[in-house]
């Protein structure tokens, strides 16, 4: 049983880790492609069009592909405060 499990274990970790990479490579893209907007905006006054879209997908797609490797490494952001009940 024991075996099984680590069967499946180490490629997943290898997967959760490859995973993390390529989101940080997307975070990567995702700056190259704001410096790109912010300079067509300012020198030749003409935005790049769905760069507003695609940074709001890409930020979805981020948070899903690192999510495992953060998982596993029990790096996840936690938060001890409380909302206030309504009375």
């Known amino acids: 049983m024991e075996n099984g499990f680590r069967r499946i274990l180490s490629p997943a970790l290898g997967i959760a880790i ?9 975070i990567f893209v995702l700056v190259g492609i704001m410096n790109v907007d ?28 690192q999510l495992p490797d953060v998982v596993r490494s029990n790096r996840l952001t936690r938060s001890d405060g409380f909302l206030p009940a309504k009375l």
Do not use: D, K, M
């Open 18 to 26: 490859v995973a993390n990479a390529i989101g940080t490579a997307v």
């Open 38 to 65: 912010v300079i067509a905006r300012g020198v030749f006054n003409s935005p790049l069009r769905g760069v507003v879209e695609v940074v709001i997908f890409s930020l979805v797609l981020i948070v899903f592909l």
